[in-house]
């Protein structure tokens, strides 16, 4: 009998293209959309059987859609992942991947440095459901010991972060939160959002973290055009997400699915090549006399550099992703000037499209902070947050020449 060769051997791409189902049925090429609510039983004995526990039966696609299914395999392929889960948006996995964790009297440990959305998430809906978040110094992943209580459930974090892109060491973190582990005698869920690294370029898992959870509004999307979520993890883990996914409703719409899917096809492509785009406009910008700072992982000047490389390029990452901060000279009025003198990279927010998008962190992901939780997070006034796109490089050096100038 021929040896099935497995998804996981063969290349990203090849997984991200073809999901585990090389050759193995005659049809359409693309998934098909099931654009539907509901599907209909071929009789009541579908609806006992579904009452019984049996989840073959389709039901409902707030609980599952064929073609939501086909882009959850694909991503669990491309992310070394037993199982992952589609969400509606980023926020809607992130907070149902949480409070799967967590219940009253809980507490998180988390890196203070978050997209604005999770942390204002851990600062004002978590502690109505007393949940309590407390923040570890992300240089030191050893401060979790003298952190830890009987209370902590999740150990959470980014890395790089928005925007400031600063790299935490998931292999220090990991190994502390075990001996965090051994000090409470339990369990402690350690789960990291890979947005910005995406796994082409970052494996968290391959250093033993636990879930997985990423905005694939960004680099899995990557057209600009939908909203999306992940969840990546154990099969047991993701079944108790799924009831989350249930309750609170944050569903993927089977269009959305599709367009995700499509979109996986190029994800390689794309991310290759913002990868090599960051890095040549990180460079030409750190020579600009009117830029303060560049923030970007891939450059010999970021503080964690060597983490950068150690976890992502040496661990068989591609790059260091398609993100670049900036501070420009001035302050937030500079900066505003820049974003507005811009003709080709364009001035949204969001991130992990094609096109080159530039924000500026005080007015979007960073709004309703005050000053403190801004300088803990990194954030100055005149930071130009850039979301590298696949655009020819020199229209994007001599784009970001002019509008400096
Ligand atoms: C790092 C990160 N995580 C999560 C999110 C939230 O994702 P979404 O907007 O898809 O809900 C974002 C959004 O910008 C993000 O940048």
Redesign the pocket.
């Known amino acids: 009998m021929k040896k099935k060769a497995s998804p996981l051997g063969r290349s990203l791409a090849t997984r991200a293209i073809h999901g585990s189902k090389l050759h193995a049925f005659k049809g359409p090429v693309s998934t098909p959309i099931y654009q539907t609510s509901t599907y209909r039983f071929d009789s009541s004995d579908d609806a006992v059987r579904y009452a019984q526990g049996d989840s073959n039966v389709m039901v409902y696609t707030r609980y599952h859609n064929p073609t939501t299914a086909e882009a959850e395999e694909r991503l669990a392929l491309m992310m070394n992942a037993e199982k992952a889960l589609l969400f509606g948006?980023?926020?809607?996995a992130?907070t149902s991947a949480v409070l799967s964790v967590v219940k009253t009297g809980d507490e998180i440990i988390s890196t203070p440095a978050l997209?604005g959305?999770?942390y204002r998430f851990f600062r004002d809906i978590l502690p109505r459901h007393g949940v309590e978040v407390r923040y570890m110094n992300p240089e030191r992943p050893e401060s979790i010991i003298d952190l830890v209580s009987p209370g902590t459930r999740l150990i959470y974090f980014?890395t790089p972060t928005?925007p400031t892109l600063n790299v935490v060491d998931i292999k220090a973190l990991v190994a502390a939160t075990q001996r965090a582990e051994r000090k409470v005698v339990r369990k402690i869920v350690t789960m990291v959002?890979n947005?910005?690294a995406s796994c082409l370029n970052q494996n968290p898992f391959a250093f033993g973290v636990d879930v997985i959870v990423e905005?694939?509004?960004?680099y899995l999307g990557g057209h600009s055009d939908l909203?999306?979520?992940v969840v990546a993890g154990s099969k047991e883990f993701i079944k108790g997400v799924h009831t989350q996914l249930k309750y609170y409703g944050g569903s993927a719409d089977p269009f959305m699915s599709y367009l995700l899917y499509r979109s996986l096809k190029t994800f390689e492509l794309r991310v290759e090549r913002q990868n090599e785009n960051a890095m040549a406009l990180a460079k030409f910008l750190e020579k600009h006399p009117n830029v303060n700072r560049v923030l970007y992982p891939g450059l010999s000047s970021h503080p964690q550099h060597r983490i950068a490389k150690r976890q992502m390029v040496d661990a068989g990452g591609n790059g260091y992703g398609g993100m670049v901060t900036i501070e420009v000279k001035g302050g937030v009025k500079k900066a505003v000037r820049v974003c507005d003198s811009l003709r080709v990279a364009v001035n949204a927010m969001?991130?992990g499209g094609v096109e080159t998008l530039v924000s500026i962190p005080v007015y979007s992901?960073h709004i309703n902070m005050t000053d403190d939780e801004l300088r803990n997070h990194g954030v100055t006034p005149g930071m130009i947050r850039i979301s590298v796109g696949v655009e020819g490089i020199d229209d994007l050096k001599s784009d970001f020449a002019q509008a400096l100038r």
């Open positions: 948006s980023g926020m809607a992130i997209y959305g999770t980014e928005n959002d947005t910005f905005s694939g509004t960004k909203l999306a979520g969001s991130l992901s």
